[in-house]
């Protein structure tokens, strides 16, 4: 009996040896895969924000999770209608939420509200945005953007700091696109926000945003 009892406790004991071989094996994996996989697509690729303020509605509302593509404008440059996060100019440590109206070395007029686009090119185009809630007929500006800038303004016009107050939003500080949102539940959805506009087919048109 001292014999079968020695014996078995020798299997116990290298039963647990090789149990704890394989969870160290496991931690070790999932170590590495934190390291190659996640850190590097947490940093570079994917990032996840969550809304502060109410400048974005009624497309964006507070605490809204949002996650951010910052791999995509290294292959395209950013596009009209696209939502993005990016550093305030003034504060870099200061991130915000903004649509992308105006592109580089464009003109952006806003008269009472409406906004045109004197594009590069010299073709001109009104900009129709159904996902504005709220328009501020009162504001009326004239900028040119240089070639490494943006105009970008808020949903909520009435009630968002954006380049009308601050002026042109730099390329170097966009961090990236909003490609998804996962709260609300009822909310989640790729693109949110999203909206296109109709390339101007002559030197005066309008462009019809969907959202």
Not at 132 to 160: C, H, Q, W
Not at 173 to 195: H, Q, S
Request: aromatic letters at 10%.
């Amino acid at each position: 009996m001292p014999t079968s009892c020695v014996l078995q406790t020798d299997a116990y004991n290298a039963r647990m040896k090789d149990t704890g071989k394989d969870l160290l094996k496991d931690l070790f994996t999932l170590a590495l895969l934190i390291i190659v996989v996640v850190i590097p697509i947490r940093l570079f690729i994917v990032s996840p924000f969550v809304v502060d303020g109410e400048s974005m509605h009624p497309t964006f509302e507070n605490l809204d999770y949002l996650i951010i593509d910052e791999l995509l404008y290294h292959f395209q440059a950013p596009a009209r209608g696209d939502v993005i996060v990016f550093r305030y100019p003034g504060d870099p440590s200061i991130f915000y939420i903004k649509r992308i109206i105006g592109l580089p070395g464009e003109t952006v007029s806003i008269n009472h509200g409406a906004v045109t686009i004197t594009t590069v090119a010299g073709a001109k185009l009104t900009l129709a945005e159904p996902y504005i809630m709220n328009e501020d007929a009162t504001y009326t500006k004239n900028i040119s953007l240089n070639p490494d800038e943006y105009f970008v303004m808020g949903d909520n016009r009435p009630n968002s700091s954006d380049s009308r107050i601050w002026g042109p939003l730099p390329a170097k500080d966009i961090i990236g696109r909003v490609d998804l949102r996962l709260l609300p539940v009822k909310e989640i959805g790729f693109f949110p926000g999203k909206a296109t506009y109709g390339a101007p087919a002559s030197s005066s048109t309008t462009a019809i945003a969907t959202p």
